[in-house]
């Protein structure tokens, strides 16, 4: 497992996962975001950008992270907010801000909740759904669980209940509503 830049090649799974969450696809550009993906399949396994806000680019948002179900609690969404905080850091920020209804899962890595009225004007202007409370990170300060990081080294995507039930093998013809005295088959020869 690895996360990396983002690919032109990664767009349709980004938008299809931006929408699957309820995500703004405002601004999207492939470039802005980073992919974790699993190795051995080369599957995505989560996402997240930064947004830079400001006349001089002098607000930095972490945005737009996303894991999907399968790859929950393994730590994907922790190495890429990992990866989002050293681009920040690289573009020489010394403040990561968000604005998420995930808030407490972004103290584990060092973010303090802020007061809306403390944040930069340009995030301090946008509406805010409910339950959404903004937070901030020194850049310096960023702190990965080492749980999240031994996590992660094994991550592998698990069975949802949809899956387990679709791929089930012990499915009798009779749970699909026919029956195999009166069947024919395609390739039924006679005997």
């Avoid at 950008?49 to 999907?68: M, N, Q, S, T, Y």
């Avoid at 990992?82 to 060092?110: N, P």
């Avoid at 802020?114 to 300060?141: K, M, N, T």
């Amino acid at each position: 497992m690895y996360v990396r830049d983002a690919k032109n090649r990664d767009e349709a799974w980004l938008l299809d996962r931006i929408e699957e969450f309820g995500l703004s696809d405002v601004g999207f550009r492939s470039r802005d975001f980073v992919v974790a993906v699993d190795e051995s399949s080369d599957e995505r396994a989560g996402f997240g950008r930064l947004r830079v806000h400001g006349a001089d680019d002098e607000v930095c948002e972490l945005a737009d992270v996303g894991v999907p179900r399968t790859w929950r609690g393994q730590g994907v969404g922790a190495h890429v907010v990992e990866r989002l905080v050293e681009h920040a850091g690289d573009a020489s920020h010394d403040r990561l801000y968000a604005v998420t209804d995930e808030a407490g899962y972004l103290t584990q890595f060092g973010f303090e909740v802020r007061e809306p009225e403390q944040l930069p004007a340009p995030l301090a202007a946008r509406d805010r759904a409910s339950g959404e409370v903004p937070a901030a990170l020194a850049i310096e300060a960023f702190e990965m669980p080492p749980r999240l990081r031994e996590a992660f080294k094994t991550a592998r995507p698990r069975a949802t209940e949809t899956d387990e039930t679709a791929s089930s093998s012990d499915v009798s013809p009779e749970e699909f509503g026919i029956d195999p005295d009166e069947a024919t088959y395609k390739y039924d020869t006679g005997d």
